[in-house]
């Protein structure tokens, strides 16, 4: 059902370092849509990105070591190239390169067979995945993410938390907000069988590192924490987040969460005048994917 006079669908990102979360992203969705359709910022010209993104299309980006407003100017730079890509591909995806969308392998083989499903008449113009953000216990997971295994292979655990239900997959003109976390789009496509993975802490020893990394990239942005008057982000305290739920034990196997769901979806609200955002915030507790999702990536 998808228009023939345009490609079914590319996937775009933008990335300073984190090889390896750019070397996974490539991975996953150029099997999915071949590495023509992926579309990678390279912010300052890494020649890693080069390598690992071979066969992309990678554009360079100037380095700024100021980072001024740098994540409004990235978001709105993303917004716009998402938007022109939406006249040549009938969906673009756009995200974090430490996030990735897939589809239950109970529900569809991939995103493309599962995309080309919806029926013109009813097709979303903008898609928001069930977001699973994924937690590192290195106690109950102690295997070690390596080149040859996935990683659903070895950690499974996860969290609940809407923040990371974006409104990443689109069909139509759109304006996302800095961390793509909310749109102008004003209603809510909540899939039930997408999900958005977001991987930031997926590794004990990768997660602290990259943490301690992003508050100091902070404190160049905007100053040290108690000597101006910046507020608290969440780069600020996620090493905090992160180090009290990596000790938490599981509370069941589950993907299907329909009471949360349907708070999203009641909560669906105006976000800074413009912008529209669901409800559900961040439950307490973890849980654990089922065994068929170790296949996907």
């Known amino acids: 059902m998808l228009d023939a006079t345009r490609a079914p669908m590319a996937a775009m990102t933008m990335v300073g370092g984190d090889h390896f979360f750019l070397d996974r992203w490539v991975r996953y969705y150029g099997d999915q849509l071949g590495r023509e359709n992926l579309y990678v910022f390279s912010h300052g010209g890494d020649p890693r990105h080069h390598d690992i993104a071979e066969g992309c ?14 994540n409004q100017r990235r978001w709105q730079m993303l917004s716009r190239v998402t938007t022109g890509l939406t006249h040549f591909y009938n969906w673009v995806l756009v995200g974090d390169v430490d996030e990735i969308v897939a589809v239950d392998p109970a529900a569809a083989d991939g995103l493309l067979d599962y995309l080309g499903r919806f029926d013109p008449k009813s097709t979303p113009e903008v898609i928001t995945p069930f977001a699973i953000e994924m937690v590192h216990n290195p106690t109950l997971e102690p295997d070690p993410i390596t080149p040859a295994r996935n990683i659903l292979d070895v950690r499974r655990i996860f969290r609940l938390n809407a923040n990371y239900a974006k409104p990443c997959l689109t069909r139509r003109k759109i304006d996302i907000v800095p961390g793509g976390h909310f749109a102008n789009f004003p209603k809510l496509h909540l899939d039930p069988h997408l999900y ?42 996620a090493w905090a987040t992160y180090s009290s739920l990596s000790k938490e034990t599981p509370l069941r196997e589950d993907v299907e969460f329909t009471a949360f769901r349907e708070e999203m979806v009641a909560g669906w609200r105006p976000k800074k005048k413009v912008y529209w955002a669901p409800g559900g915030a961040r439950p307490k507790g973890v849980y654990r994917l089922p065994e068929r999702f170790r296949t996907l990536f």
């Open 57 to 70: 299309n990678i554009i360079y980006l100037p380095f700024d070591p100021t980072r001024y407003c740098f």
């Open 196 to 237: 958005l993975f977001h991987l930031r802490f997926i590794d004990y020893d990768m997660t602290e590192q990259r943490l301690a990394l992003r508050r100091e990239q902070r404190t160049i942005q905007s100053g040290e924490l108690g000597s101006t008057e910046r507020t608290t982000t969440g780069w600020d305290t």
